[in-house]
């Protein structure tokens, strides 16, 4: 008989390393956040196309017939403060990116394949400043006479990097899994604007990304945009309401979306 956690009930052999993911993918992928502009995405339209999703973004998943390729949950409170929804991503989703604390406390059931997030190391950043082909990219930042490491990891068996956004998680497990054209959904990092599925009395998340990002989730996606995107590894957003920067990661319509995805097939 297959072994099972004991408060989950998971079998043992659904809690995956992130190695066994490399590369198992190739070309678009969309990924979907919950900024407000998320709301008009039209998502039975590229429902042939994969998706990657976080936090209560999963929402516009429910009743579509559309199953994440990967949840991605990196906010400790969500799962508290958000059960119903956490509860669907659980239970729609192909695969899930959650903390290891959360794999024997998992509310529901799930046949989802669970890949447990940890942060790169100092270990693992040294190791990756001097090999020859780095799966890593970092650089060291200063901000107010402290330095902190930002950067992008292109095997997450060797960890992710923190921007305090989630998106930024999914950026990543996206590049990690192989996927070559990403499209940026609800990515608006705009907290006044509110999040598309926080209304008819949902309770509201907190939200720090006013506070993170000039100093933090800039500077990552700017690292990212510079070191990583290219012919093999391309982002646009189809938020125009998004904070990002044209000059960072460019923005496209719907319809040069599609045309993207259909010309590389």
């Known amino acids: 008989m297959e072994a099972v956690s004991v408060k989950s009930g998971i079998p043992q052999s659904s809690v995956k390393d992130f190695a066994s993911s490399h590369n198992i993918a190739k070309g678009p992928v969309f990924i979907v956040a919950s900024g407000a502009s ?40 969500f799962p508290k403060e958000q059960p119903d929804l956490y509860a669907q991503a659980l239970q729609l989703s192909h695969r899930l990116a959650i903390w290891p604390d959360e794999v024997d406390i998992l509310p529901v059931a799930t046949r989802a394949e669970i890949f447990p997030l940890h942060k790169a190391s100092k270990a693992t950043l040294f190791q990756a400043a001097f090999s020859l082909q780095p799966q890593m990219v970092r650089r060291r930042a200063l901000w107010g006479g402290s330095s902190r490491t930002i950067g992008f990891s292109k095997d997450l068996s060797h960890g992710f990097f923190d921007a305090r956004t989630v998106a930024y998680v999914a950026l990543q497990i996206a590049y990690h899994v192989g996927f070559t054209k990403v499209f940026l959904v609800g990515v608006d990092l705009n907290p006044s604007a509110g999040r598309f599925y926080e209304n008819g009395g949902r309770s509201v998340s907190p939200c720090g990304l006013d506070d993170h990002f000039e100093r933090r989730i800039l500077p990552s996606l700017e690292l990212m945009s510079k070191r990583v995107m290219g012919e093999t590894f391309a982002v646009y957003n189809l938020s125009k309401d998004s904070k990002i920067p044209q000059s960072v990661i460019p923005k496209i319509t719907l319809d040069q979306a599609e045309s993207i995805i259909l010309s590389s097939r």
């Open 38 to 77: 998320a709301k008009g995405f039209p998502l039975e339209r590229f429902a042939d196309v994969p998706m990657i999703t976080m936090n209560g973004a999963i929402s516009m998943f429910a009743g579509s017939g559309v199953s994440p390729f990967f949840y991605v949950c990196s906010d400790t409170g």
